[in-house]
């Protein structure tokens, strides 16, 4: 099959050329290739498929309302099919293991990376797992373990989002200081106040207010032992050779105490002394792309166009909502923060980097056919019309208009 008169998004530049497609497998890119075409793709155009490393949008298919849960295989089944409609080809799923009931039990979790890998023949495109781990959920070291074995390793992000919940009242999320740092200052577990911080968290794990903020208590008690189960699950990391993250860095000394456990990926940095020591540090950058689209923060954080312009973010993840990673690049591009090549590297080739991925992300030869074929007119928004995974159509869409 070659994809014949169309736009080609390369690494270095953007041409208009040929692709040809053998064996699941990019084989030639050119100009005046013979053989036979694809109809319908001349004039559109033709870029490597994205590649999302954190999106957690899946789990409004499996509580579509709070504490109404569907099964999991439609749920799955259908997450998947949006994937493939916004040109998604890889994608790891972040699925929060945490001590909290509900949505996020480690339980839930375990649950959903076995229907994964039991769905995995049915589904579209290539369904992976970020292992979004709560660093306060000991209980969840098993099932990680048995996700370490599977068949498409999983990434590990290092989430504490305890410690977030237990910094003092005055104090916002980005000025606290590294939870391992004894400058680390937290409230008071009887201050009323914690319970309204923490109200929302309550409703999604289906316990009361009173009921959250007690079980809270009893796991802060558990602080003092958090760094030794942090380097206990990064050396599984590291001899599984999985993708390590941190999330919500904040401290320069938060992005260098978890690169000493082999975690070379800063994801969602919330200050800009931490992507800069990220970058220092040679490490890379996520940043969400719903920040991109919406011009910003929405907790008001750093602005994920500003960091692209400041070359301080590698990636963008969908986070909570798949269109917006194709609707933060042509964002970017109307803002004039990079060129269009530039910025397509955010959600292929720099995606593929960050979880080691080097048989796709770009439009070269001997990589896997992984590509999506969009009709993006002058001045407008992109439009999916095909999505390939490995040579093979996962997605097609041909609207009224022809």
Not at 9 to 25: K, P, Q, V
Not at 103 to 130: F, H, T, W, Y
Not at 240 to 262: F, Q
Not at 389 to 400: K, L, M, T
Request: hydrophobic share 45%; net charge negative; aromatic share 6%.
């Amino acid at each position: 099959m070659i994809f014949k008169g169309v736009t080609l998004i390369l690494e270095h530049g953007i041409e208009t050329g040929d692709l040809r497609i053998e064996a699941g497998r990019i084989v030639e890119i050119g100009t005046g290739l013979v053989g036979e075409s694809h109809p319908g793709a001349t004039g559109l155009v033709l870029a490597p498929a994205l590649i999302d490393v954190h999106g957690d949008a899946f789990e409004r298919q499996v509580m579509p309302r709070p504490n109404v849960f569907f099964p999991l295989e439609a749920a799955l089944i259908d997450t998947d099919r949006q994937l493939a409609a916004n040109g998604i080809a890889t994608a790891y799923h972040a699925l929060t293991l945490g001590w909290e009931p509900g949505l996020r039990d480690v339980n839930r979790g375990l649950s959903m990376i076995r229907a994964l890998k039991a769905l995995a023949p049915q589904l579209l495109v290539e369904n992976r797992i970020q292992l979004r781990w709560e660093t306060f959920a000991f209980d969840a070291l098993p099932v990680m373990q048995e996700a370490l074995a599977g068949p498409l390793t999983p990434a590990i992000a290092f989430n504490d989002h305890t410690s977030m919940s237990m910094r003092p009242h005055d104090m916002a999320i980005q000025d606290r200081a590294f939870e391992h740092s004894p400058a680390f200052e937290s409230a008071a577990l009887d201050d009323p106040r914690l319970r309204a911080r923490c109200a929302k968290h309550a409703q999604r794990s289906g316990l009361s207010q009173e009921a959250y903020v007690d079980l809270l208590s009893r796991i802060w008690d558990r602080r003092e032992n958090v760094p030794d189960m942090i380097g206990r699950v990064a050396a599984m990391g590291r001899d599984g050779g999985a993708a390590m993250l941190s999330h919500d860095d904040t401290r320069a000394e938060t992005r260098a105490w978890y690169r000493a456990h082999g975690v070379s990926v800063s994801e969602f940095p919330m200050t800009r002394e931490a992507a800069e020591a990220a970058r220092m540090g040679g490490d890379l950058i996520v940043f969400g792309a719903p920040n991109a689209v919406r011009g910003g923060s929405h907790i008001g954080s750093l602005g994920a166009g500003d960091m692209v312009e400041d070359g301080l973010c590698d990636v963008l993840a969908s986070d909570y909502f798949y269109p917006a990673m194709l609707a933060g690049v042509a964002r970017m591009e109307d803002e004039r923060r990079a060129a269009r090549h530039k910025l397509w590297q955010l959600v292929s080739a720099g995606p593929a980097r960050a979880m080691g991925l080097a048989d796709r992300g770009r439009l070269a030869v001997e990589l896997r056919a992984d590509l999506v074929l969009l009709d993006w007119p002058e001045g407008g928004a992109p439009r999916v019309r095909e999505t390939w995974v490995a040579g093979r159509p996962a997605y097609r869409a041909v609207p009224h208009g022809g």
